[in-house]
């Protein structure tokens, strides 16, 4: 038998939530609460659109800043509000909103990475036929594929996200001199997209492809709030996703690959128990983007026993293999492309953004990768000897988060698997950890020389604390306030 830790317990434990309504409400008062989370979300999805068209990271990165953070403010305010409305219309407004906060994502072209271009890039190379681990976009080989969408003329090689390699070779793709680095799952997703897509379509059907994950992804999580927690909590803990400023900006407009693994993360912690089912789930979701692999303490949570622990370990490696078999026969050890290389330096290449920020604060260089190493093995083991097995995404939060503060990357997207678990769990103090990447990467060019790393993951670490504690001080006196036992 298996104990669950009072902060690892159910989240009506530990956790204060929005209580629901002791006698149906007043028709005008829900209604204008209904009204109210309809005009804040619709605002911003506009916010969000307008943003997307001030500019790029590089040619404005302040009004971008700005333009996001007013839309973390409205997103606020829109998520709590939406507790008091009645589940039913909660759902709608949830779904409608979800929408059109994607809708929002789909107004402009990519404004803050290129990922994308290497993502069309890659399932244009497979429906010819070719391997994306044989040759980097650069190779001679593969010139019959270039066009001048991905490859412009040299004459016109200016602006954001164009770069020169050192043959002269001008190009819309990033590292354009090294293989692919994303894993087999994601290749598919590439070549389903380009398939699928209309000739000459360029950028528009990835982003399309990232707003149906993230719809998807949406209903997903309030199926399973639903069926796992509590019905009439279910559409405000989902808005933390569908309503998402991040997922309008890095899951639609950038059309990042890493929702696809989310999704899966969300089915594999939701929908399955901890078996071979989940562990297939979780290895899809791995050999989309390595970050789930962080999630697999959490699917382990209170699972002490060697077989079962064997059962979802085992299926996971199996599916990532599985995934692997057709590159390896085709391009043998190549099917790893650059991805030690950018492992290496992932989020890490300007000169004010190193990795282990907060550690390096109270630690030597040399030491601080170590700690930051225990750090994640302690909170890994804690998860898993003492989590919950009904609710795994708690720990799976915890794991994730706190990875990301202890690396600190500059990357934003990397988080939008913490705001899933955020919707599944409803810690929402664990959205700082998004902010401070989406701060550090805009803001990094506004501040020179000032250690925005540090205060900006540091900040989050302040608020994940503190919330923590406010929600353990709330459950010691919820288990106080209990009427003992006769």
């Not at 989240?11 to 989370?37: D, F, I, L, M, Y």
């Not at 005009?39 to 916010?47: F, G, R, S």
């Not at 190193?354 to 750090?375: I, Q, S």
């Not at 919707?423 to 990094?444: F, I, K, Q």
Request: net charge positive.
């Amino acid at each position: 038998m298996t104990t669950a830790d009072p902060l690892l317990r159910d989240p009506g434990h530990a956790t204060p939530q929005s209580p629901g309504p002791a006698e149906p409400a007043a028709p005008g008062g829900a209604r204008t609460r209904v009204a109210v989370t309809a005009i804040l979300v619709l605002a911003v999805a506009l916010v969000v659109a307008g943003t997307l068209h001030e500019g790029d990271n590089e040619s404005a990165p302040g009004r971008l800043l700005a333009g996001y953070g007013l839309a973390w403010t409205l997103f606020a305010a829109a998520v709590w509000t939406v507790r008091k409305v009645p589940a039913r219309a909660a759902t709608v407004l949830v779904l409608a909103g979800a929408a059109a906060v994607a809708l929002a994502g789909l107004t402009a072209q990519p404004r803050t990475s290129n990922d994308m271009y290497r993502y069309a890039w890659d399932g244009r190379v497979q429906a010819a036929g070719i391997s994306p681990y044989a040759h980097p976009p650069a190779a001679d080989e593969l010139a019959p594929l270039r066009d001048d969408w991905l490859f412009p003329d040299r004459a016109a090689c200016e602006g954001w996200g164009l770069t020169r390699t050192a043959k002269g070779l001008c190009v819309r793709i990033n590292r354009p001199t090294v293989p692919t680095i994303y894993p087999p799952v994601a290749e598919g997703w590439f070549f389903a997209v380009h398939t699928l897509s209309p000739p000459d379509s360029r950028h528009k059907p990835l982003q399309v492809g990232g707003a149906v994950l993230a719809f998807g992804t949406t209903l997903a999580l309030l199926a399973v709030l639903r069926r796992r927690g509590d019905p009439r909590l279910a559409p405000a803990r989902a808005a933390l996703w569908a309503w998402c400023p991040a997922v309008a900006l890095e899951a639609v407009d950038n059309a990042h690959i890493d929702t696809l693994g989310v999704l899966f993360v969300v089915l594999a912690l939701g929908t399955a128990t901890a078996g071979t089912r989940r562990g297939a789930l979780l290895g899809a979701a791995i050999a989309v983007k390595l970050l789930p692999v962080l999630v697999l303490p959490g699917a382990l949570s209170g699972q002490r026993g060697p077989l079962r622990v064997l059962r979802v370990v085992a299926a996971a490696v199996a599916a990532v293999a599985l995934a692997y078999l057709p590159f390896v026969v085709s391009s043998g050890a190549g099917v790893l492309g650059y991805l030690p290389g950018y492992l290496h330096e992932e989020g890490y290449e300007p000169g004010h953004v190193r990795r282990f920020a907060l550690l390096r604060l109270l630690l030597p260089d040399v030491a601080a990768g170590v700690a930051a190493a225990l750090l994640l093995a302690l909170a890994a083991l804690y998860v898993w000897w003492r989590g919950d097995p009904a609710r795994p995404w708690r720990g799976a939060l915890v794991v994730t988060g706190t990875a990301l503060v202890l690396f600190s990357p500059s990357y934003p997207w990397y988080s939008l698997l913490v705001v899933a678990l955020v919707a599944m769990d409803g810690r929402w103090e664990w959205l700082t950890v998004t902010l401070a990447g989406t701060a550090l990467y805009l803001g990094g060019r506004l501040l020179p020389g000032f250690p925005l790393q540090a205060w900006a993951y540091g900040s989050a670490a302040v608020v994940i604390a503190a919330g923590a504690g406010l929600r353990t001080g709330v459950a010691r006196r919820a288990l106080r306030s209990r009427p003992a036992p006769s």
